[in-house]
């Protein structure tokens, strides 16, 4: 072995892709080149002072920064309506908050036979669409109510300042 | 969306992650589930590791914890995309690398001095012997900081395609494989970019370190 083919192939040496014969080659030819033996030292006292080295941590306001970030990103990639579902959309809209408002004012505990009053007051309704409350699982509140289907969304009302929920319409079968 | 965003804001106050112990793909799954707290332990998991890789390939601080937080905000938007078929990682580090990638060859447009680089310098010329370690000796601490600068030196000296590639091996010990998913190149491409990195990379520091 030379020192060029010594050079070429460190890397199959130095990760263990050769089988013992090679690797012998390699070995013999550092203990009687020392240019060679050198450029093997350094980089492996350089690797391992690389690999020692303090890794930066990330400044204290990394989270809030990123959280804040992805929040307006949210917000200003809010998706345009589909243009055949504008009237639907605005139908869903008011039923969902309309159930929202009502839920947040009222609701104490969960009670999936109760109608929802955006459903009685509802829309031009064509299908069906399940309505829960997301969020922690005790607080899912099925009911149905009849709106023109327009899209999987969801809204989020303050009403329960302490605890915000979610209302998540889904595709129902007609 | 909405519900995620609202974990999220109560995410800096959210208890301990429930996810210790599930691999990344679960927790993959939990967030497309809409558990906006996966997103936390995924934000946990892999900022200080981005950090450091990015860090180490573009050699600026502060641009880099820009570049990561963009890694998040893409993982975030993506990841419904995302073909959990393959190694979330192995993800992660491909949008980061890219990024790193480009920053470096805006760079190279646009070349200008880092204060940030000409700051860094000064401080660690002028630190106040106070604030080192004095259990260790004067000239341990010198050459241990000696090497240190050399090290991180050397490295910002390998061109950007060959940098990469050292870093994710040499510092993430990353398989060839997931080098190659990362980089975008083939196995070939990616050992003898490895191979010329650890060259160059020898030639720079072994005369540093005599």
């Known amino acids: 072995m030379n020192c060029s083919q010594f050079r070429q192939f460190y890397s199959d040496f130095a990760d263990g892709f050769l089988d013992e014969a090679e690797a012998a080659d390699f070995q013999v030819h550092m203990v009687e080149c020392a240019a060679c033996r050198r450029f093997h030292d350094a980089l492996q006292r350089g690797c391992s002072a690389l690999q020692g080295l303090e890794p930066p941590a990330p400044s204290g306001d990394f989270d809030s920064r990123l959280f804040d970030r992805i929040m307006r990103e949210c917000e200003q990639e809010a998706p345009p309506p589909r243009p055949w579902s504008r009237f639907a959309g605005a139908a869903l809209v008011v039923a969902a908050f309309g159930l929202a408002a009502w839920e947040g004012s009222s609701w104490t505990t969960p009670n999936p036979r109760r109608p929802a009053r955006a459903a009685r007051q509802g829309s031009n309704a064509t299908e069906s669409f399940v309505v829960r409350f997301a969020g922690d699982t005790s607080l899912r509140y099925p009911g149905r109510f009849p709106v023109v289907p327009v899209s999987r969304d969801t809204f989020v009302s303050s009403a329960r300042p302490a605890q915000s929920f979610e209302i998540t319409v889904d595709w129902m079968t007609p | ?210």
């Not at chain 2, 301990?16 to 558990?35: A, H, I, M, R, T």
């Not at chain 2, 341990?140 to 050292?166: C, G, I, N, S, Y």
Request: hydrophobic share 35%; proline share 4%; net charge positive.
């Open chain 2, 1 to 210: 969306m909405t519900l995620l965003r609202e974990k999220i804001r109560q995410t800096p106050t959210a208890p301990p992650s429930p996810f210790q112990g599930l691999g990344d793909s679960e927790v993959v799954q939990k967030f497309l589930d809409s558990d906006a707290r996966a997103f936390t332990e995924l934000v946990v998991r892999y900022q200080s590791r981005l950090l450091n890789f990015v860090y180490r390939t573009i050699g600026d601080r502060e641009r880099a914890e820009d570049l990561v937080q963009e890694v998040f905000v893409r993982v975030y938007r993506h990841l419904h995309r995302f073909d959990q078929a393959k190694k979330f990682s192995t993800w992660i580090y491909t949008i980061a690398s890219n990024l790193a990638k480009n920053e470096l060859r805006n760079r190279s447009r646009n070349p200008l001095v880092l204060f940030q680089t000409i700051k860094k310098q000064w401080e660690s010329d002028s630190r106040p012997l106070q604030f080192e370690d004095t259990s260790a000796r004067p000239d341990d601490l010198f050459r241990k900081r000696h090497l240190r600068e050399t090290v991180e030196w050397a490295v910002a000296q390998l061109p950007e395609h060959h940098r990469v590639v050292f870093v994710l091996r040499e510092l993430e010990g990353r398989s060839y494989e997931e080098i190659a998913d990362i980089t975008k190149c083939n196995l070939g491409t990616v050992k003898s970019r490895l191979n010329r990195a650890r060259n160059n990379f020898a030639a720079v520091i072994a005369p540093q370190l005599e």
